[in-house]
């Protein structure tokens, strides 16, 4: 596997998703056909993939989807696709000895190169200590350098003085702007269709990368070929499944809007090729649950942020009631948990009725990180499959429950990712489930 590279960094916060993101883009326009991945597990930085190349972008996860099905799996999308780019998960060999599959460890079993991006910031000479030390203690291929967010002329020297030695080139020299500043909120930044004019902010950051990063050396400094694209379209067979969840039905009504948007572009294209029909809708809009649907999806996101509209939404809250009563599948995750539940108590400590559907109540008034990847067992039969059934998935939230009872029947039992126990999640009543956890797959 060879048609494709990776952007990492040292750490987050370097500015590896506004990169990846304009490089994209920039090859997008060179009619260079991309496919983006992001590794580990992340919602939000994929979707700004999406908004460079108009496609779906697919998170590569070693420990939850395995292995051999990832490399199947980027094996197929350079079947169809001229250049494979990835983005890493947070510093390039971070994860190596907790799961086994850091950034570094993805660049090894694809043979990916990996183009390395430096936070300039608050850092002069140590910077090219920091990268000959990387450099002389890795065998990963590291193709060429991003020096990213230096702050002045004067800084620009100083680093550019002392990197006069590096053994690999410098492909690009950024400044420090503001075209597009990635914010960040609770659960990560800030996503792209909450900025106003995303679309023309990216073409201007695009734009102004280009005159910063020398994409023509990239290209060839990680020996990419042009392809003939549609020989390669015409000859995809497209079978590869990287990640497997529960059917919830064959008409599925997915909420999908800026209060629920944490959905993998895997789970979705899994449920597609199953022929299952995938129906969005909009909670936030007062939409009322499709007719036609046999499964209701809740995704997370953040329904903290829209508390009084989500309450105030009676069309959408009643036809999820009266959904429940047909006693059709409802699944919620994390979010959409949270909006099954009784109520949520937002960080100014009032409280919004919810759907009422689970017995839980959440609250964002002590907030508090709950973050890790889950090996989760179901205790009993529910819409999300037989009992035993093993899944992996992670938490990733501020949210705590009220109160730890409650008289609905408890859906999972969870350990992490080194097998610790972590005790019984989740709640299930009827054909209404949901939990904290974000499933990946089953295993």
């Known amino acids: 596997m060879s048609h494709g590279f990776i952007i990492s960094a040292l750490a987050t916060n370097s500015g590896k998703t506004t990169l990846a993101t304009a490089i994209i883009q920039s090859l997008e326009k060179r009619g260079i056909n991309t496919a983006s991945f992001k590794l580990g597990p992340d919602y939000i930085d994929p979707m700004f993939h999406r908004f460079a190349n108009n496609k779906p972008s697919y998170n590569i996860d070693f420990w939850a989807m395995g292995n051999q099905n990832c490399l199947a799996f980027m094996n197929q999308l350079q079947e169809t696709h001229d250049l494979l780019v990835g983005e890493g998960v947070m510093g390039l060999f971070d994860g190596r000895y907790s799961t086994g599959s850091s950034t570094a460890d993805v660049a090894d079993a694809t043979n990916f190169p990996i183009v390395l991006v430096i936070n300039c910031a608050g850092q002069g000479e140590t910077i090219a200590e920091i990268i000959s030390g990387v450099l002389n203690n890795t065998k990963h291929r590291v193709v060429g350098i991003i020096m990213n967010k230096y702050s002045s002329n004067q800084h620009l020297e100083i680093i550019q003085k002392s990197c006069q030695s590096l053994k690999v080139p410098i492909i690009g020299w950024v400044p420090k702007h503001d075209i597009i500043t990635l914010k960040s909120r609770h659960l990560g930044l800030i996503q792209p269709d909450h900025y106003d004019d995303f679309y023309q902010q990216l073409d201007l950051l695009t734009t102004f990368i280009e005159k910063h990063i020398d994409i023509e050396l990239l290209l060839r400094l990680i020996n990419f070929q042009p392809n003939n694209t549609q020989e ?97 599948p409802i699944y919620g995750e994390c979010g959409g948990y949270m909006v099954l539940g009784n109520a949520i108590t937002d960080e100014k400590s009032q409280t919004w009725p919810m759907a009422g559907l689970l017995d839980v109540h959440t609250t964002m008034s002590n907030k508090k990180l709950t973050l890790g990847y889950r090996q989760v067992t179901s205790l009993h ?47 299930q009543r009827k054909n209404v489930a949901g939990s904290f956890i974000h499933l990946i797959s089953i295993v």
Not at 257 to 284: N, R
Not at 309 to 316: D, G, S
Not at 404 to 420: E, I, M
């Open 381 to 427: 039969s529910s819409i999300l499959g037989t009992f035993g059934t093993n899944f992996r998935g992670h938490e990733f939230h501020y949210a705590q429950p009220i109160v730890n009872t409650s008289s609905d029947t408890n859906l999972f039992d969870v350990k992490n990712s080194k097998g610790d126990e972590l005790g019984k999640m989740g709640l």
């Open 232 to 328: 390669k379209l015409k000859h995809s067979t497209e079978q590869i499944i990287i990640t497997k969840l529960p059917i919830l039905g064959q008409r599925i009504a997915i909420a999908r809007d800026q209060a629920f948007s944490f959905i993998y572009d895997s789970i979705l294209l899994y449920w597609y090729k199953m022929g299952v029909e995938i129906i969005f809708f909009s909670p936030l809009a007062n939409e009322k649950i499709p007719s036609n649907a046999d499964a209701v999806y809740l995704p997370g996101g953040y329904p903290e942020l829209y508390l009084p509209l989500l309450a105030h939404n009676q069309v959408f809250i009643i036809s999820l009631k009266a959904f429940a009563n047909l006693e059709k």
